[in-house]
């Protein structure tokens, strides 16, 4: 077998095999992310950095919590924006901003065409 036909054989292996795995996705496994409107936890000052920082994503989660529990993570928040900057006085004030988010699996199509036509 030469070179040439080797990387081809290779490259239909790996594209069979992509197609293998999108197939076998069922639909409705999909997730969507939904996001509430921006929260601000304001300017948090701290002692330290560590401090600040800790203080002021406690402060976001707190608000973020109004909106339920699945939405209290930044990991997921959307549009953040988290700044620490050092005061005169000593010590960081920081703020953390972003909208939170949760994530929802889509529903299944087909469940929501029956649902629609009445089966």
Not at 39 to 64: H, M, N, Y
């Amino acid at each position: 077998m030469t070179e040439t036909a080797r990387i081809a054989a290779k490259r239909a292996g790996a594209v069979a095999l992509a197609l293998a795995v999108v197939a076998a996705s069922a639909p409705g496994d999909a997730a969507v992310r939904i996001c509430e409107a921006t929260v601000s936890s304001g300017p948090v000052i701290g002692a330290t950095e560590q401090e600040a920082r800790k203080k002021a994503l406690d402060a976001w989660r707190f608000k973020a919590l109004q909106h339920g529990e699945p939405y209290a993570s930044w990991r997921l928040a959307t549009g953040k924006l988290f700044t620490c900057l050092p005061r005169k006085e000593g010590g960081f004030e920081c703020l953390a901003r972003g909208a939170p988010c949760t994530i929802e699996q889509a529903p299944d199509r087909r469940e929501m065409r029956q649902k629609r036509i009445g089966i």
